[in-house]
Structure formats: structure tokens, C-alpha cells
């Protein structure tokens, strides 16, 4: 085989490895070192991570979307093109097109990908467009090394459908908007990359509550001089009168020269409140948000917030409106 031959063959691509198959994350989501369970779902339960996504999709969902046409005097504004309406206006008939935008915004910032079906009419014209959840779609590469997608979802079988419950999309039907991958064709989701940061949000906030549900005090060890038959009933009825927030404060009665002693690490000790305030930082740099439009306005004043929000428009927002 000559030279020519080499440079002339076509190359077949398998398709991309890094593929979202339906809802198996556990190479990504999954159990972090803090011992949490970190999904998609989990995450936006923390008010960092929400404020960052909604922050981010409401951003970029408010800024006006037109139609222009490149004149020789430089652009003109095509409100009579047929994509006019379905961007500016009404992408489908189920949603307008903030709440089209807002929802792939969140797409991106939770999955890492944002998928949009196109819907055409006979004459091949584009009359809607329609968002697909990304944990249900996977990306998939055929015999000709043309790329095409299988949606998961509940419904009956029709000729479309090449297995039970997934329809076959082309490459032409669906937009594709990967965020920060590693090939180029699939973007890797913020949240199952940051899941110990996530999960060093929540075992905080769970130790907190956990703190307030126990009277806002330590565990604590009661000593008997002698030897218990039954400690589990002694520890049980201990919890039953004096355990949570409205049995706080209560008097105990210790009996048969019983000692309570409190253990634990007191919530300064283990710098409870420092632990929280770092994590909304950690989070918001994970999604490039300054701290102080989550609600950190510590290290922020009247000068330095101003640069902050023209970065935030430079470099957060910008990089997303191009890839858009």
C-alpha cells in the first residue's frame, strides 16, 4: 500500500466513548468522599449551586435574540424570516423563548450538554424546536462515520423505533450543544466533575441540621457506676424525652448515680460556619459566578463589585453566548 493510498483511505470514527447511556452516571455521579450521594437533582438542592443555575440561565435567557442579514452596508434586521418568530418569540407551543433558552442554559450547566429537536414540516421548513433531556440521549456514531442520536423515553413502539423505548434521531433533526468536554462531540457535566466539592456542601448542611435536630447540643455519654442489663432501653428513653429541638432545655433526672458527660466537637471547634461560607465560594467558582451575586458580600465594596460584574459579563457570560 503506497502513501497515497494511506492519506486517501477513509478513516472510520467509532462512536464517542464518553456517552450519556440513559440514567447511568455511576463513572460520574455517585457516592463522593465526604459519603454523600451526588446527583443532578441533589445538587440544585443546595442553594449554591441553584442561585449559580438560575443566576446563569436566567442571564443569558433575558439577553434579545433577532434575526439580521449581512447587507453590504453592514446588517439589517429580518423580521419577516421564518426563524424570526420560533427564536425571538415562540420556539414551540408549549413554551416561549426565555423559558426555551432558560431551560438549555440549565441543560449546560447541569449536564453539560443541551439537546433541541428540530421539528419540520413537509417542505422541510423548521416550524418548531422542542429541548430533550440530556440524561435520556445518547450519542452514537453509524457504519459511515455520520453521527446519530437515541433518545430514551416511555412510549409505544412505531416504525420509528429501532428498540423498545428509544426513538432514532439524525444528526439533521437535533441541535447539539456540548459544553466543556474532552472530544469535542460530548460536554461532561460541572456537577459529576465538582461531585466532592457538592458533596462537601451537603454533609455540612446535613451536620447542621443534624445539630438543630439534637437541641443545638454535642452527643453526650451517660455513665453508670454500675453494669447495665439493658443499655439500648437506657439510651432510647434518654433520646425519647431529651432528644431535638423542642425537648432542648428540658431537666434531666438521672437515677442510680448516673452521670451525663457531653462529647463532640462543638460546631466552632470544627469551624462549622468557615466550612459553609468556603463551599458557596467553591461552588461559585466552579460555575465563575462572583461570590457576591450568591449572596457572599464579604470580601466585596462599592468599587470592587462594579469589576466584578463587568468580568462576570466578559468572562462567564460571554464564552456561553458563543457557544450558544
Known sequence: ?????????????????????GQDFSYLFGRTTSGENVDEFKAM??????ACVRILAEAVASLPVHVYERTLTGKEKKVDHPLYFLLHDEPNPEMSSFVFRET??????????AYVQIIRDRSAQVISL???LPDKMSVHRDDSGKLYYKYQRQTEENPNFKEKGAVILKQEDVLHIPGLGFDGLIGYSPIALAKNAIGMTLATENYGASFFKNGANPGGVLEHPGILKDPKRVRDSWNAVYNGVTNAHRVAVLEEGMKYTQVGIPPEEAQFL????????EIARLYRVPPHMVGDLEKSSFSNIEQQSLEFVKYTLDPW???L
Request: glycine content about 6%; cysteine-free.
Open 1 to 21: 500500500m503506497g502513501l497515497l493510498d494511506i492519506l486517501g483511505r477513509k478513516r472510520a470514527r467509532d462512536k464517542p466513548q464518553n456517552s450519556y447511556e
Open 130 to 132: 422542542y429541548p430533550l
Open 321 to 323: 453566548v458563543v457557544r
Open 45 to 50: 438542592q443546595t442553594t449554591a449551586v441553584y
Open 274 to 281: 468557615q466550612t459553609r461560607k468556603f463551599q458557596i465560594n
Open 104 to 113: 438549555l442554559m440549565t441543560h449546560l450547566l447541569i449536564w453539560g450538554n
